[in-house]
């Protein structure tokens, strides 16, 4: 039986933003895909940032798996701090692996199977994917807290975004999103940074 995390207040499927104030390096500005949301935390796969000097063909070696020239120089992506050495697959729902894929709003999903690896490389995995290294992830009430102290910005979700190359422009793009009153309101030259925390 759900508990206070309704649906309404479901953050799955759309961006959380990195405001310009983001007090944790880690997540500075980052664009953050929320895969779940409910009363046991939140899930998130940061979705512009890459792991240095891992391309995805190094990872297909790694696991005894015939390299496509295609996908061997793409990027892994950070996915954020918690199980950083643990492998997700953010990747469009045309693919689903029974009992081992979260289908999120919005035509996306999440695997963790490393057979998804094994499908990509042979030609029948997801259209759209990025293997990410880690994930961003919330105990319960963490990121409402979060939210309450201006350290996010929420933006619909978009597979067009999340599956875009040009990782170094999407907190921009993201942020242009919101629209020009709001990031206005954002602008690292006039945003405050009282916090109240000393």
Known sequence: MPGSGSP???LVGR???AAP?????RFQKSV???CKHDDDGALGIIVNNKVEDLPLGQVYKELGIEVPEAAAERPVLFGGPVEP???LVLHSADYKRE???LLIEGGMALTASPEILKDMAGGSGPKHAWLALGHSGW???QLDREMQDNAWLVVDGDAGLVFDPDLSAKWQRA???LGGGVTRRFDPASFSHQTGRA
């Open 21 to 25: 104030s983001m007090p944790d390096e």
């Open 139 to 141: 105990a319960p009430g």
């Open 175 to 177: 942020l242009d999103r």
């Open 8 to 10: 309404a207040a479901s």
């Open 99 to 101: 009992g081992e894929t």
């Open 15 to 17: 961006f959380l933003v």
């Open 85 to 87: 050495t643990r492998g």
């Open 32 to 34: 953050v895909f929320i």
